[in-house]
């Protein structure tokens, strides 16, 4: 069964520190890997996709990595805001299928 | 910057109740998605619908469920009979292209319906 584990499953960081979080997957076959934010309440923003030939993506302060031989990502927030505070979800395509699975997500406060 | 809109944003419902959803995708998308997300649980995957009709289905949008695009902006889900369990937000998403390069996923805002 595709599965997608997330961790941790919260955090507490200061804010302008770094962090990062964690996503494992037993997807496969394997298409891509995206990391969505997701403020409570509202719907998903995609941060990064990657697909299974790339080993990292950047996007402003975030930075996610890949290794699709042990199947793990990584998002790192570099200087985290206030308003960094959210859930970040990895998402995970399987190659021949529209259907996305989604991890737990993590849930970050980024405290003052 | 285009983005996905839904209403209503919040419904209250009776048990068996119907309950339309509607969702207007960006413009130029041509792939069309519900997803739902139970109060603290994961984000799950309902329907996908392309060229006007259902491309792929998850477990969960049984008989209950059903799309519908009425015209060149709207994208429905409707739950004919509503149950406790239905209680969650629903987001319709859409997406411009699939296949490769994978096609970035829109997703509005979201509806959240709670069913007594």
């Known amino acids: 069964k595709n599965q997608v584990e997330q961790s941790p499953q919260s955090l507490i960081i200061l804010e302008g520190k770094n962090c990062t979080l964690q996503?494992?997957?037993?997807?496969?076959?394997?298409?891509?890997l995206r990391w969505y934010k997701q403020d409570t309440g509202r719907g998903p923003v995609s941060l990064t996709i990657?697909?299974?030939?790339?080993n990292t993506k950047s996007n402003g302060r975030y930075t996610a990595t890949l290794d699709a031989d042990t199947k793990q990502s990584s998002l790192h927030i570099t200087a985290s805001q206030l308003s960094d505070s959210a859930s970040y979800i990895c998402?995970?395509?399987?190659?021949?299928?529209?259907?996305?699975?989604f991890g737990k997500g993590t849930m970050l406060l980024v405290s003052p | 910057e285009p983005e996905v809109t839904q209403t209503p944003s919040h419904q209250v419902t009776q048990m068996g109740q119907e309950v339309i959803l509607r969702c207007v995708p960006i413009?130029?998308?041509?792939?069309f998605y519900w997803y739902r997300q139970i109060l603290g649980q994961k984000v799950e995957f309902l329907v996908s619908?392309?060229?006007?009709?259902?491309?792929?289905k998850s477990e969960i949008f049984d008989d209950q469920f059903s799309v519908e695009r009425p015209d060149g902006s709207n994208f429905t889900l409707k739950i004919r009979s509503t149950k406790l369990e239905d209680s969650a937000m629903y987001f319709c998403?859409?997406?411009?292209?699939?296949?490769?390069?994978?096609?970035?996923?829109?997703f509005g805002e979201g509806s959240r319906l709670t069913v007594l």
């Open positions: 998402v995970v395509e399987p190659s021949g299928y529209s259907t996305l699975t």
């Open positions: 990657m697909t299974f030939s790339e």
């Open positions: 413009s130029n998308h041509l792939y």
């Open positions: 996503c494992n997957y037993t997807v496969s076959p394997f298409s891509n």
């Open positions: 998403a859409s997406s411009e292209y699939e296949g490769s390069p994978p096609g970035e996923l829109f």
């Open positions: 619908f392309y060229n006007n009709e259902i491309s792929e």
